[in-house]
């Protein structure tokens, strides 16, 4: 069962004999926990971790081209590789393209990373946001070209957000899109941390 609210606990030196010697009055005041029951209860490290997640789709011989006329289309990830951190959680699904919230009022960091070029660097930029539930929607950018001629540049976007019981049941997508000229992207890695456990 969950640790109630309020159970204190009480530390015994190593040498004090436990065994329990109370009245079943007192006895039935007693429970015990398990550690996974301690770490929930506390939010601690094993209700944390990380994820990432490496596209291998597109590469820098066959790339993503996007075009104006595309609009908005979801920032590819195939998550062909996958490392995941302490506690084995894995906060993106490849097969709906969405990050993944595990429980509500969750915070999470997600980096991501990859590579994209654009003919014209003066006049092409790219629109990036979060496609989720709420306020989500806020949580959006806008990447400009230092080199044109089709030259790659690599590309960092940090983003924080928190769930809410509707990113947890449905999820969240990156989307990407190019304004001014055609764009091309590959090489996405997706490094997802959950950094506050909402419990």
Do not use: C
Not at 14 to 40: H, N
Not at 80 to 93: A, E, I, R, W
Not at 108 to 116: G, L, N, S
Request: charged letters at 15%; glycine letters at 12%; aromatic letters at 10%.
């Amino acid at each position: 069962m969950p640790i109630p609210s309020g159970t204190k606990f009480h530390g015994v030196a190593p040498e004090v004999d436990t065994t329990d010697r109370g009245s079943a009055t007192v006895s039935a005041l007693r429970d015990a926990y398990t550690l996974e029951e301690f770490i929930v209860a506390a939010g601690g490290a094993g209700s944390l971790g990380w994820s990432r997640h490496d596209d291998s789709q597109y590469t820098a011989a066959s790339p993503l081209v996007l075009n104006e006329v595309d609009g908005y289309v979801t920032m590819p990830n195939n998550s062909n590789n996958t490392v995941l951190g302490p506690g084995g959680y894995s906060m993106y699904d490849a097969g709906t393209e969405k990050f993944l919230g595990l429980a509500t009022n969750d915070v999470y960091v997600v980096t991501v990373a990859f590579i994209a070029s654009a003919a014209n660097a003066n006049q092409t930029h790219l629109d990036w946001r979060l496609v989720g539930s709420g306020d989500i929607s806020r949580v959006a950018g806008v990447i400009a070209f230092h080199k044109g001629n089709n030259t790659a540049q690599s590309e960092n976007v940090i983003m924080q957000y928190y769930t809410d019981a509707d990113f947890v049941a449905n999820g969240a997508q990156l989307q990407i899109r190019t304004e001014g000229g055609t764009a091309s992207i590959w090489g996405v890695i997706y490094f997802i941390q959950r950094t506050q456990y909402g419990g």
